[in-house]
């Protein structure tokens, strides 16, 4: 397709203000205006860098739809990084304001969950780690082939519970534990997000894991916005900003644009779905997510 001239000057135009927005709720200094309301949220982890600044300039973007209507926002992270059991905590207690994660029932119930998916359902795509070494995935595997094997994943983790109950045999570790698992050969696979295994691979100080060519897994497995019960307002205005960056094409444009995305979308083009069925998803979740057409279902 011949690009039209001026493209790249508009894609720019957009980044600038999508940058511009971010810089002016995220950067700012408290007394810079009159009411600023101070968010806090999580700090970024090790080696989530990338990430952490697509969902904090998403979430700076949407709370700024609404500052002629309840003024505006600074974020504020934590001042240590936290697990995610412990940021959701963190949330119960209020001592954080906004978090995001994979939802779950359990998640919902405990706290206010913004129904809007942040990442077009990219973390229900799972690539498997595996041995350079273990020759046994040089060629496609089928579903009871794999469910003979062993996978590891985290301890408490969501996708822990989903895989169990699509009757794959497994073992759970911490997420450092995990790789060393694989490695040492007491498990056979480590199914990641397609969209995290790079810089995973990336930080390891040896190269004895690749990412299996063939087998990817799939379940519907939405990341929300969590929003303190103590402040429903807040909630709704997250919501509201969502509703309008997913009503006139901004979210979708933010999310495509990123190099995570790019990457994971080139690694899973053209490959065959192990679809699963998820039973941590709520009613509720089900059907504000039906009318959310994923880009990456057009590549399969």
Request: hydrophobic share 40%; net charge negative.
């Amino acid at each position: 397709m011949k690009r039209l001239p001026g493209t790249r000057l508009i894609i720019g135009c957009l980044l600038a203000s999508w940058l511009m927005v971010a810089a002016s709720s995220c950067l700012a200094q408290p007394g810079a205006f009159d009411d600023v309301t101070e968010v806090n949220i999580p700090n970024f982890q090790q080696g989530t860098d990338e990430f952490y600044f697509y969902i904090k300039t998403l979430l700076s973007l949407a709370l700024a739809q609404t500052d002629n209507q309840f003024g505006p926002v600074i974020l504020v992270p934590d001042s240590e990084v936290a697990s995610q059991q412990e940021q959701f905590n963190q949330l119960t207690q209020g001592t954080t304001d906004i978090n995001w994660s994979i939802t779950t029932i359990k998640r919902e119930q405990q706290h206010i969950a913004v129904r809007v998916p942040l990442t077009a359902g990219l973390f229900g795509y799972r690539v498997i780690l595996v041995r350079a070494s273990d020759e046994r995935f040089d060629e496609q595997l089928g579903v009871a082939e794999l469910k003979a094997l062993t996978a590891v994943q985290g301890t408490g983790w969501p996708d822990t519970s989903v895989l169990t109950f699509n009757g794959f045999n497994l073992i759970t570790d911490s997420y450092s534990g995990a790789f060393e698992s694989l490695s040492n050969g007491r498990a056979d696979y480590f199914p990641r997000a397609a969209n995290e295994v790079f810089t995973e691979l990336a930080s390891r100080s040896t190269k004895d894991l690749i990412i299996a060519k063939h087998i990817t897994l799939h379940y519907d497995n939405p990341m929300f916005f969590f929003v303190t019960k103590s402040k429903p307002e807040l909630a709704r205005r997250l919501e509201k900003g969502l509703a309008i960056l997913t009503a006139n094409g901004d979210l979708s444009r933010l999310l495509t644009s990123q190099h995570f995305y790019i990457r994971a979308r080139n690694l899973l083009a053209g490959r065959e779905l192990i679809r699963l069925q998820n039973p941590l998803l709520s009613d509720a979740t089900k059907a504000a997510t039906a009318s959310f057409d994923s880009p990456l279902e057009h590549l399969f």
